[in-house]
């Protein structure tokens, strides 16, 4: 059974850092493409940054020079680190492991930014 989950959400003011993690069970972890998306009420899922097997990494325009994506295999987690937070960056965080038709997601997390 595979399972994503994420922690590191909370509350932080603007211009704060919050760092998110997301530990899987149940797959092979490094072969996956690892992925943080967002939702907002009445939106749709939204990319945030994903980084492939080898490395490789991508973000959105929205939080590119401010987020920063990476993995570490040895211990089945992604993270995300969130620096220079906006109110506009308020929303849930999932995580999401992909590999061709295999597609995996978390719970999610709470992310609010806010004075």
């Known amino acids: 059974q595979v399972k994503l989950v994420e922690s590191g959400g909370g509350l932080v003011q603007p211009g704060g850092s919050l760092r998110l993690s997301c530990t899987t069970s149940g797959l092979i972890f490094s072969t996956y493409r690892m992925g943080w998306y967002r939702q907002a009420p009445g939106n749709q899922r939204e990319l945030v940054a994903h980084?492939?097997?080898?490395?490789?990494?991508n973000y959105a325009d929205s939080v590119k020079g401010r987020f920063t994506i990476s993995r570490d295999n040895a211990k089945n987690t992604v993270y995300l680190q969130m620096n220079s937070l906006k109110p506009e960056d308020t929303t849930v965080y999932y995580c999401?492991?992909?590999?061709?038709?295999?597609?995996?997601w978390g719970r999610g997390t709470q992310v609010t930014v806010s004075s």
């Open positions: 999401n492991s992909a590999l061709g038709s295999y597609s995996y």
């Open positions: 980084i492939t097997s080898g490395g490789t990494e």
